[in-house]
DNA sequence: CTTTTGTACGACTGAATTGATCGGAGATCA
DNA sequence: TGATCTCCGATCAATTCAGTCGTACAAAAG
């Protein structure tokens, strides 16, 4: 239950390794494209190309064509949220059928609905909660930080 | 996204309405059956009784056959939260699929995985949010106590 | 004690959402 | 100009969910 989709998951992964790859190390920046990331995830390339091409069409990342194409953050990790992600893949977000209802086409409980009020609630602290902790945060706690880099930084991470 | 479906919308209707009618006037008590609530708040019987039926294994509430059955709460309002009904009717809730994985069956993206960390970060944040909210805390803000006492109760609450 | 009514309970079926796939058009770099 | 890569639409299969049917059981009425 509340699980969040499969494209969520894949979005989210993609797009913390496009910020990865920008961010990390300003001199290797790099664009990466959609086969690369689908082989190191192991995700069905034609699904991610799809998340990627939604995500782009709501400007958090841009896309680049032709050859050596591929994606690069659309703006600074730290002003994407993950509710934006969430969002743009998969429709606003709303704990009940009846969140942003106009009047007229209600659910016919409506009236004698008595657990709107205290579901809005709970709906708002979810919202804010995504809408707080931004990519850059999602980049702090993680301890690969590029594919070719791995040698280098060998801290040991959770285990 | 993020929608709880309609068993937990239903569950949740229910309860609130059990709730009402045990506790709102002490004197009143009274049990109330499926065939009243699915009448009163436009849900089909059998699917409504399936839920209760969940909720009453659960031992959230409790049955009681034959005629002038129907269904009790089965602790203190204040002691029934809102995760232990969304789990009960729809098993364990968590954000992604690897939420609560053992070793070996693991998602193939978990070696790799860079979003495991900070979004078990955020399913506990919205665990701890549904696990405070009791049915209790539900009942504050509604305007209909119950179907025949509305006379009786009439305090101005929220408007 | 038997009958009758109304309830809980479990298995089943149809519909909708979602995950995944395929094919073609357009753009860019060598 | 040719080859590579991305973008975009339509399509198919599978899982999940909403809803339905029939049965068994318990309590009240006769």
Same mark, same amino acid.
């Given at each position: 239950m509340l699980k969040l989709s499969k494209k969520a998951d894949y979005g989210l992964m993609a797009l913390q390794h496009i910020a990865a790859n920008q961010y990390a190390d300003v001199a290797r920046?790099? =664009? =990466?494209?959609t086969k690369e990331i689908a082989e190191e995830y192991h995700i069905p390339v034609e699904l991610l190309a799809k998340v990627l091409q939604t995500l782009a069409k709501s400007g958090i990342i841009d896309s680049h064509n032709g050859p050596k194409g591929g994606y690069l953050l659309g703006r600074n990790p730290r002003? $994407?949220? $993950?509710a934006q992600v969430l969002e743009s893949l998969e429709g606003p977000l709303g704990i009940m059928d009846c969140s942003h209802e106009k009047e007229g086409d209600a659910c016919m409980q409506r009236e004698h609905c008595n657990i709107r009020t205290p579901l809005l609630k709970i709906q708002s602290s979810i919202y804010q909660l995504l809408n707080n902790m931004t990519l850059q945060d999602m980049m702090g706690g993680t301890p690969l930080i590029t594919i070719q880099s791995v040698a280098t930084e060998q801290q040991g991470v959770e285990r």
């Amino acid at each position: 239950m509340l699980k969040l989709s499969k494209k969520a998951d894949y979005g989210l992964m993609a797009l913390q390794h496009i910020a990865a790859n920008q961010y990390a190390d300003v001199a290797r920046a790099r =664009v =990466v494209n959609t086969k690369e990331i689908a082989e190191e995830y192991h995700i069905p390339v034609e699904l991610l190309a799809k998340v990627l091409q939604t995500l782009a069409k709501s400007g958090i990342i841009d896309s680049h064509n032709g050859p050596k194409g591929g994606y690069l953050l659309g703006r600074n990790p730290r002003e $994407i949220t $993950i509710a934006q992600v969430l969002e743009s893949l998969e429709g606003p977000l709303g704990i009940m059928d009846c969140s942003h209802e106009k009047e007229g086409d209600a659910c016919m409980q409506r009236e004698h609905c008595n657990i709107r009020t205290p579901l809005l609630k709970i709906q708002s602290s979810i919202y804010q909660l995504l809408n707080n902790m931004t990519l850059q945060d999602m980049m702090g706690g993680t301890p690969l930080i590029t594919i070719q880099s791995v040698a280098t930084e060998q801290q040991g991470v959770e285990r």
